[in-house]
């Protein structure tokens, strides 16, 4: 057996259905997944570090369970893998970073408690560019991961690792953070869901800060309702986090339509004239996703964002501000990598953190530093924050006009390694239609929506704050009547049935 | 005639401090370690305070509300909006590298600390923040240190910053001020306030003008000053230092000095290699504070009568004089104790009398405190009655409040079983009066004939016939009265 | 190129992150680029417009004053990179 699913795509809630029905143990999927893992990191390099024993344990618990009728999570004995910023009690978690290569947490992520509180097996902690700072996995310190649809190219970022491995059909949920894009754009790449919750919806506790006032945790997986019922487990509030909001989560998992009569898409006329300066074939698969919504029953209104063209400056001045706080942390004093030498613990300071941060961190720790400091905090920090109410406003407008948005996820299909890694800019770019969503601390997800020249791209569903139902109902509509993801298998698989 | 001035110009010092308190929580600021002093290192710390990766903070009510009652205390003005921010500075004992604190947005502003003089110091603002760890410089100093050992239990203690206005004239003025500020914050149970655990700590900016001019000259911020007789010492070290360079035509540089009790001097700490920009902006972990009239309103309520308002009214209400009121308010449990026994007694002045004098030296025999010692207020309250009653001498009743005192026995049980009760009954003194007359007739003339002295012999005769417990004064009365 | 007015020595030294000579410069200039966005910004009139620090509409978010475990002293220096007699260990402070 070298995938979990050798015939059709694997989904959470199949495999689940499997077990309950003990047609498969948990255990004999985990050792499945782990194998897939293992026998896929030489071409994918999705994950960071595999947690066989740990997984094989909490699997074996599961069948316990089942052989005593015991009641199941919603999650029972589903492989998943998590992105290697939530913290797991034990085990190590780097970041990514050669700063935290060696740290092993004394606790647990509320997100990573919740997930094995429904009985999900964690697998392993994927790959990311180091610190959630980047959009294509190359800032790893590691190594890069790869695109499961082509080997060349990039799984996006900074969730390379878990889109990878969810695309690669190795296991069928992962979780991902998303800050300005780093959910939603890797799942575009890698022909997966990805849904950024609304900001306060997912408890941050454990989950390694990049920028506290736009980072979420959200669920990367093979299929609509498999986010749903992730959502619906790691959603809601958390003692622990000040930031996360009571508000009751709905069972969004059955709350999934097939149809789409009385509900308003709004398109974004400034993200079309965007969209049509670009790549043709890219603008037709667009076009034609919006045909389908419409087609489903959806109205398509117009609605604008003025201010939606401000977002990447305002988004590279209070994310890399936020970061050079969070991250000033990093010193080799308490815990992580320490540099030592002759002077005093300054010394030491500057030697582990010059030695500890890569490349776009050190930019982004500069560029942040810069922004609050004095004589230019107001003319950066606080102006980007003036205009972060703007965007935030123009989409509490065009939610006047219509339920969800509907938008794409990206601005190309995925891109050769390499192809952007001396261009900050050039990267910063690719997150132009996902930063203004996270500023306004709204729902938005990817969903596949096709092909252009047989890489895979994703179509973004937005939703005002904590209407993720609405966004996941009218996806999983789409879903079932395009089934873009489920009509192809990924390179990366038929590549290791020609190796076999 | 100019020059003759400037020459023999006085120079004036204004002093404004910055006074930390840790807060005395059962936990930590924003996160849910003990908060205690004294444990051994690095066993009161958990993700939070030692800023694990991952790790967010949440506000610690309490210490929110320890705040308020401060500044309602003070006369402050509670925020309707407040919030926390960052402030970034490298330093090894801050685990974040940045200290959670309030910038522009503190808990309160305004308000004023009243001295015992009755002058009142301007408050600019008391704000919220955490504690730093603390290090140890292994070696005998700083300098000579191969390694610094942290310890990070006080890391993330609350702490509230009180900063007075520039208003404070004098070294002297200054320690009333921390007095002053100490017993508000004891009574209203908010703080341990020992300045040698550290948990009332002092910084003063201090600077020196000629006299009678207003214009602020360059001050100076001294650290290190670990008790309040440092703080004066401090002060008083500075105002000569800078005068003596303003008379000798120096100039005074700002600068952060810190003061070496042992040698009694201040020193220039030099300005560190590291450049200080905090960069703060408000923390994106936390949310804002907006306090309802409500909670406020109940926390208003909450508060004790404060120290010197409490002295006032022991004037008024129980005859006391200021000097009695100063020290019977000084601590708020002993002001209370003093108030139940004035009031069970219904005699201020006696209450105070014995709280002051025979109550304060038994508990010093004894090593005991109020606290600590098993009496009541009613039974002092009851020991003033029988006193005044007549029930017992004033010699007996010393011994009788010591044992009170000592082991909390009721006056009336030790009266009775150390038979100290006088006899006051007239009819049954006067039977003893009569018997001693009858039984000493060569007195009773030589009284008569003049001799005053021979009186003093019959009321011994009748103390001892008594043995002892006839009412001296009773016995006097009657033996004049018989004599005619 | 959009002219920065950032010392990024001096910046780096807030940050405690020492550049080469080379990051230095290659920084410098990727910045101006961004800059040219960032300028955009500065156009805007947003002199009426409140400052979002906070998108969720929250307030007062307190815990109890309870006590909570810490956690053991062992696991709390397992990560230390140097530890002595239950404290942390670093090189000198020099003041």
Known sequence: ?500 | MQQAIERNVSYQPVIGLEVHVELATQSKMFCGCRNVFGAPPNTLVCPVCLGMPGTLPVINRRAVEFLCKTGMALGCDVAPFSKFDRKNYFYPDMPKNYQISQYDMPLTTGGSVRLASGKRIALNRIHLEEDTGKNIHAGTSMAASEYTLIDYNRAGVPLMEIVSEPHIATPEEAEQYLSALKSVLSYIGVSDVKMHEGSLRCDANISVRPAGTSTLGVKAEVKNMNSFRSVVRALRFEIERQTEALTSGERIIQETRNWDDARGVTYSTRSKEQAHDYRYFPDPDLVPLTLDDATLAQWREELPELPLDKRDRFIAEYGVSEYEAGILTEDRSAAEFFEAVARACGDGKQAANWMLGDVRRSLEKHSLTLATSPVRPAQLAELIRIVAAGQISGKAAKEVCDAVVAEGTDPQAVVAQRGLSQISDTEAVGAMVDDALAANPESVASYKGGKAKALEFLVGQVMKSSRGKANIDIVRELLRERLG | ?95
């Open chain 1, 1 to 500: 057996m070298s995938s979990i699913h050798a015939t059709s795509l694997p989904t959470g809630h199949a495999l689940r259905e499997a077990i309950r029905r003990r047609e498969r143990s948990a255990e004999e999927i985990t050792r499945a997944a782990l194998h897939d893992a293992e026998s896929l990191q030489g071409p994918l390099h999705a994950y960071i570090r595999l947690l066989p024993e740990r997984a094989l344990e909490r699997a074996r618990r599961i069948d316990g369970l089942v052989r005593a009728g015991e009641p199941l999570g919603t999650l029972a004995g589903v492989p998943v893998a998590v992105k290697d910023l939530f913290c797991l009690q034990g085990e190590f978690t780097t970041c990514g970073s050669r700063i935290l290569e060696n740290f092993r947490s004394p606790y647990s992520a509320t997100v990573v408690e919740k997930l094995e509180a429904a009985g999900a097996i964690i697998i392993g902690k994927t790959n990311m560019d180091e610190f959630a700072m980047g959009s294509s996995c190359e800032n790893s310190a590691f190594f890069p991961t790869r695109n499961p649809w082509d080997t060349t190219r990039v799984p996006g970022g900074s969730s390379g690792g878990s889109a990878s491995t969810v695309g690669a059909r190795t296991v069928p949920i992962a979780l991902g953070t998303d800050t300005g894009g780093s959910i939603r754009e890797p799942a575009s790449f890698c022909n997966i869901v990805g849904v950024k919750p609304t900001y306060g919806r997912v408890s941050r506790y454990g989950m390694i800060a990049f920028a506290s006032s736009l980072d979420q945790a959200g669920p990367m997986t093979a299929d609509v309702r498999d986010a749903a019922d992730v959502l619906e487990v790691i959603a809601g509030y958390d003692p622990m986090d000040s930031t996360s909001v009571d508000v009751a989560v709905p069972p969004y998992a059955s709350e999934l339509p097939d149809d789409l009569h009385g509900v308003r898409i709004g398109i974004v006329a400034e993200f079309e004239a965007s969209i049509a300066q670009g790549d043709a074939a890219l603008a037709a698969l667009y076009k034609q996703a919006y045909k389908d919504l419409e087609r489903l029953g959806a109205q398509l209104v117009e609605v604008h964002l003025p201010h939606a063209q401000y977002g990447l400056a305002t988004y590279y001045l209070i994310a890399p501000a936020e970061c050079s706080s969070n991250l000033a942390r990093y010193d080799g004093a308490r815990y992580g990598r320490r540099v030592d030498g002759d002077g005093d613990v300054y010394a030491m300071f500057d030697r582990t953190r010059a030695a500890g941060f890569g490349d776009e961190v050190k930019r982004r720790i500069i560029l942040g530093t810069y922004a609050l400091s004095t004589g230019y905090y107001d003319a950066y920090y606080v102006r980007a924050q003036k205009v972060r109410t703007l965007i935030k406003s123009d989409f509490d407008s065009a939610f006047a006009e219509c339920d969800v948005i509907a938008c794409p996820a990206v601005s190309c299909p995925p891109f050769e390694l390499g192809a952007k890694s001396q261009d900050p800019l050039a990267m910063y770019l690719m997150d132009y239609f996902t930063i203004p969503m996270s500023l306004a601390g709204i729902p938005a997800l990817s969903i596949p929506a096709g092909y252009v020249s047989d890489l895979p791209v994703g179509l973004q569903i937005v939703a005002p704050a904590f209407h993720e139902g609405r966004m996941l109902a009218v996806a999983h509509a789409y879903e079932q009547a395009t089934q873009h993801a489920a009509a192809r298998i990924p390179a990366v698989r038929s590549e290791g049935a020609r190796a076999s």
């Open chain 3, 1 to 95: 190129m959009a002219d920065v007015p950032m010392d990024i020595n001096q910046v780096s030294l807030l940050a405690r992150l020492p550049l080469t000579e080379e990051e230095a410069q290659r920084f410098a200039g990727q910045f101006s680029r961004l800059f040219e966005f960032i300028a955009d910004l500065q156009r805007l009139d947003v002199s009426a417009v409140h400052a979002t620090a906070q998108v969720i509409p929250l307030h007062n978010a307190f815990r109890e004053d309870e006590i909570r475990p810490s956690l053991d002293r062992e696991v709390a220096l397992e990560n230390a990179p140097d530890s002595e007699g239950g404290y942390f260990k670093t090189p000198r402070i020099l003041d």
